[in-house]
């Protein structure tokens, strides 16, 4: 993997312009992460105010600045509509994992498409990644069926693996260049 991952790069696509977060974007992350069928699938506490969402984006900042993920929020028409990552790098193994999420009331109108596209295009093209993997909750079939549009296969050796503690599983998928 590329080790010029500090170069943050802003990203654009057709309609869509992928930024780095901003402390400006407290509030559309405040609606974004306290958004209950946002929330469903994924498995972190809702945000419940803009102290907590400035806390996150700093983090992110953070987080980017030290290499550990890169991390865009995804505009249209300069307004925050969800965010996408490449994030748990394992730089050795030219590994990433992608993650995404999407305001509500964007979803499905091919957005997330649209930027899982354009990440993909980076991490391969750009960062050197060898393999993008996604762990994905067994009934979140949106988050499936964009993976499986963008070409990503089930990765049978790690098929269903129970999360600690619940009944839930995860389905892991993965993409190799």
Not at 74 to 93: A, F, H, R, S, Y
Not at 109 to 129: H, L, P, S
Not at 134 to 145: E, W
């Amino acid at each position: 993997m590329n080790s010029i991952i500090s170069s943050f790069r802003v990203l654009k696509t057709e309609r869509l312009i992928l930024r780095a977060l901003e402390l400006n974007d407290a509030p559309a992350i405040l609606s974004l992460r306290s958004d209950v069928c946002v929330n469903e699938f994924l498995d972190r506490p809702a945000t419940n105010n803009l102290d907590e969402a400035v806390a996150f984006i700093k983090k992110i900042q953070k987080s980017v600045e030290h290499d550990d993920s890169m991390y865009w929020a995804i505009t249209c028409n300069d307004v925050l509509i969800g965010t996408i990552c490449l994030w748990n790098l394992d730089i050795e193994n030219d590994i990433a994992e992608i993650g995404y999420e999407l305001k509500t009331e964007s979803q499905g109108k091919g957005f997330m498409n649209e930027a899982i596209r354009t990440v993909i295009d980076f991490a391969f093209k750009t960062m050197c990644v060898k393999t993008i993997t996604a762990s994905i909750k067994q009934g979140n079939m949106k988050s499936i069926q964009i993976l499986e549009k963008n070409k990503f296969n089930l990765d049978c050796l790690y098929k269903f693996i129970p999360k600690k503690d619940t009944n839930e599983s995860l389905v892991y998928y993965l993409q190799n260049h």
